[in-house]
């Protein structure tokens, strides 16, 4: 049981270049979600998807786009690349919103 | 807006000590409170979770403890070992997302 993955685990990008992360859940979860954790910050929630084929927007939205075409996989875009997306990146999915979140091992992103 | 703080930022223990963790926010109106751990490099753990209707839950070494109406939950880890060396955070649910304290980063040193 793989829980929730998350690939790749580290990435490099240049400014204006665009990427996927992929977040997978063998879990059967309908719940998953995107953050972003920063120094010194809590994790913020990018997006967030409450089943498949439905998305919506978190506390930091701007700049990412995700999609929930399958029910185990989250995707989220960056269609152009900015430093200040540089972040460490973590996926999360869960049976409800009130329910315990089960977090993948995170994607640091670098935007040079 | 939801604000969670945890103060302090970093703590450095002995082994043996008890931990206490403060998790403090804003907006009392929550459905539950969970404490999560975090190792380098490495996703959340969840460790406990409160729902706003209780005022404890326990597992093992750890208790935490929730006060809605002053805003307030507490994490005591008793007998600290060096394995307890993690950033640990609190989350509060005020409606259909979490709000997150930026952790406490704990030493226990052998």
């Known amino acids: 049981n793989a829980g929730v993955t998350q690939t790749p685990k580290f990435r490099v990008l240049k400014t204006g270049q665009s990427m996927t992360l992929l977040c997978a859940q063998d879990m059967n979860h309908e719940y998953m979600y995107w953050y972003r954790q920063d120094p010194g910050m809590g994790l913020r929630l990018i997006h967030y998807?409450?089943?498949?084929?439905?998305?919506a927007k978190g506390e930091v939205p701007d700049g990412y786009n995700v999609s929930r075409l399958k029910k185990q996989n989250f995707l989220l875009g960056l269609e152009s690349a900015a430093p200040s997306q540089t972040s460490v990146y973590f996926c999360?999915?869960?049976?409800?919103?009130?329910?315990?979140?089960?977090f993948g091992p995170g994607t640091r992103l670098t935007v040079l | 807006k939801q604000e969670v703080t945890q103060i302090p930022a970093a703590l450095s223990v002995p082994e043996g000590e008890n931990l206490v963790l403060n998790c403090s926010f804003t907006d009392s109106a929550i459905y539950n409170l969970q404490w999560f751990r975090q190792d380098p490099g490495k996703g959340l753990t969840s460790l406990l979770l409160?729902?706003?209707?209780?005022r404890e839950q326990t597992s093992g070494r750890l208790n935490a403890s929730l006060d809605k109406s002053s805003g307030r939950s507490t994490l005591y880890i008793a007998a600290s070992q060096p394995g307890d060396s993690a950033t640990y955070l609190c989350a509060v649910r005020p409606k259909d997302k979490l709000s997150f304290g930026a952790g406490t980063t704990v030493t226990v040193r052998a």
């Open positions: 999360a999915s869960s049976t409800g919103l009130g329910n315990t979140q089960y």
């Open positions: 998807s409450v089943g498949e084929g439905t998305t």
């Open positions: 409160i729902q706003s209707s209780q």
